[in-house]
Structure formats: structure tokens, C-alpha cells
């Protein structure tokens, strides 16, 4: 599960804390180095982690907290507060049309998790009340529509595809139509992957972008991939524009840097958290309760 190993050792660093009572400045800056190194043991940013435990310090080292009378739980406390921050602060969800459809452009790069995702996303937004329409526009990868089929049928949504021999701008623009006459409030489409990010790629889903003027921009990136899943971020952020990231694979990612750096690099929130390959198994992604995991 994710941040197995900075749990333990963040809750080794404090443990001694605890054990000590009154704290000295020296004794925070020494667990605050354990922090430090675990963090960059977990493939957290360099950069976000020098800002994070410098920002701790300057919290951790005054009077209220050394001279309170349980000065480890107020580290403790600090510290929980900026792991809450540098995953985003507070829960950010998707922006609704206020004229619908609220049209849902994916994005990502191959085998991260996007179409899984589309499905998960059209389950959760379905028990919400909305009615999705599941776009196949990732017209490349071989079974891409065949799988994003079968997960409509899960879910129990029509999914709109046109083959892969149309111009994934025109199926874009096909299926807003669609979702108009046919009363979908929310309009989620799955588009092309690669490997490696390309010109090509980009200019497909900038293309995409142009046409139909999502709501949304969500790019789906495997959190076990760590720093490089923060340059992918990076990376389409630049090109493309994105609204929001989902984190997935959580469930097998137990170092964590990806989802401690990418919203503190990008500037953008983890919308959502992928747990799981089961449909259920998106959720929203809550920073404090993400906090909470690591300190226990
Ligand atoms: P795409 O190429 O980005 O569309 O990737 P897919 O949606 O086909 O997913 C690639 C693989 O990752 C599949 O085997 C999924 O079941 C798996 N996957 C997706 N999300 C998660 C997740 O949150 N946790 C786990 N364990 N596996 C996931």
C-alpha cells in the first residue's frame, strides 16, 4: 500500500520524540534530518522536500511548539498540516458545466491506466446521479475500444465509438452530439496513448482539445512510476494544458513521490486516486486523509 515505508520511518523519527518530553531545538532538527531522508528515500522531488522540511523547521522550532507541553505531538502536527498542503491542501473535484454536458477529456500515456480510469470515473460519477457517455477515442492501441466496450457494459453506460478509422476529432465532436440528443450530462473521453510523448500525440489531443473544449483536462499517470510520472505531468502541462492529474496504482506504489511532488510541481491537483484494478476502486483524492496514512 502506498507510503508503507515513509510511514515507518516517519513514525520511527517521531517515536523518539515522543519518548523524550521536553524537547530541544536540536533534538527536532535531528528527527527533522530522518524526515528529510525519507522522504528522499520515498523518490520525493528534491527541490519539494528542501522547501518542506525548511518550512517545518521555521514551524517546528519556536517557542509555541518547544516550550508547549507536548511539543512531539506538535510536530507531529506541523508536520501533518504541510504533507496535507504539499498533496494539495484541500479535496478538488471536477468541474461541472453549468450548461451540460460536462465534457471530460483524458489524457495520458500508454498502459497508466486511462481507459481503466474512463470506466472507474463513469461508475463514481453514475452513483453521483450523473449519466456519462464513454467516448472511445483511443483509436491506436489494439483492444483500446473493445476494453472501453466491455467496461461500459460493467457500468452499465453506452459507450460511443466510431472505429479506428476516423479522425479522433471528428468521433470528439460525433459524440457530444450524441450525448446531446441523447441527454448524457457528462461526456468522458478516452484518447490516445504512447509509450513516449510525442509531437504526434500532442498535437492529436491539442487537436482534440481545440474541437470540443473540454471542462476538463484529466491526465492519468502511474504513480509507481515515481519522478517520472511528475515530468509526464510536467510535461503535458506544458503542451496540452491539464485541469487536474489522476494518481493511479496507489495500491502497489509504496514509496509514494509521485503523489508527495506532482501538485507541488505542476501547480495542479490530484483529483482523483486509483487503489485498485477493480471498477470501485477510484476515489477522490483527499490530501489530509493521504496525511493521516503516512503518520498513522
Ligand atoms: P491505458 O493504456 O492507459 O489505457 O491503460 P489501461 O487502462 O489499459 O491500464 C493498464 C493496466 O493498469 C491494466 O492492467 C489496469 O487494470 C491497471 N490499472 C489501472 N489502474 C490501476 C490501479 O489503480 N491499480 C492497479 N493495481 N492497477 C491499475
Not at 530522518?34 to 517546528?60: G, T, Y
Not at 500515456?109 to 450523473?130: D, I, S, Y
Not at 492501441?141 to 476516423?166: C, H, N, T
Not at 477522490?284 to 493521516?292: E, G, K, L, T
Request: net charge neutral; glycine share 10%; aromatic share 4%.
Amino acid at each position: 500500500m502506498i507510503f508503507e515505508g515513509l510511514a515507518d520511518k516517519l513514525q520511527n523519527a517521531f517515536d523518539k520524540l515522543k519518548g523524550k518530553g521536553k524537547l530541544s531545538e536540536k533534538d527536532v532538527k535531528t528527527a527533522l534530518r530522518e524526515v528529510k531522508l525519507a522522504l528522499l528515500e520515498a523518490d520525493v522531488n528534491f527541490k519539494v522536500v528542501k522547501k518542506f522540511v525548511k518550512k517545518i523547521e521555521e514551524r517546528a522550532v519556536g517557542h509555541e511548539v518547544l516550550d508547549s507541553l507536548t511539543p512531539a505531538q506538535q510536530v507531529i502536527k506541523v508536520v501533518n498540516e504541510e504533507l496535507t498542503d504539499l498533496m494539495g491542501g484541500s479535496q478538488s473535484k471536477i468541474a461541472f458545466a453549468s450548461n451540460p454536458p460536462t465534457v471530460i477529456m483524458m489524457a495520458g500515456l500508454q498502459g497508466a491506466g486511462k481507459t481503466t480510469t474512463v470506466g472507474k470515473l463513469a461508475k463514481l460519477l453514475k452513483k453521483q446521479g450523473k449519466n456519462p457517455l464513454l467516448v472511445a477515442g483511443d483509436i491506436y492501441r489494439p483492444a483500446a475500444i473493445k476494453q472501453l466496450q466491455v467496461l461500459g457494459e460493467r457500468v452499465d453506460q453506452p459507450v460511443f465509438s466510431m472505429g479506428d478509422k476516423q479522425d479522433p476529432v471528428d468521433i470528439a465532436k460525433a459524440a457530444i452530439s450524441n450525448a446531446e440528443s441523447n441527454g448524457h450530462d457528462v461526456v468522458i473521453i478516452d484518447t490516445a496513448g504512447r509509450l513516449h510523448i510525442d509531437e504526434e500525440l500532442m498535437d492529436e489531443l491539442k487537436n482534440v482539445k481545440k474541437a470540443v473544449k473540454p471542462h476538463e483536462i484529466l491526465l492519468v499517470v502511474d504513480s509507481m512510476t515515481g519522478q517520472d510520472a511528475v515530468n509526464v505531468a510536467q510535461s503535458f502541462d506544458e503542451a496540452l494544458g491539464i485541469d487536474g492529474v489522476v494518481l493511479t496504482k496507489l495500491d502497489g506504489d509504496a514509496r509514494g513521490g509521485a503523489a508527495l511532488s506532482i501538485s507541488s510541481v505542476t501547480g495542479k491537483a490530484i483529483k482523483f486516486g486509483g487503489f485498485g484494478e477493480k471498477l470501485d476502486d477510484l476515489k477522490p483524492f483527499h490530501p489530509d486523509r493521504m496525511a493521516s496514512r503516512i503518520l498513522g
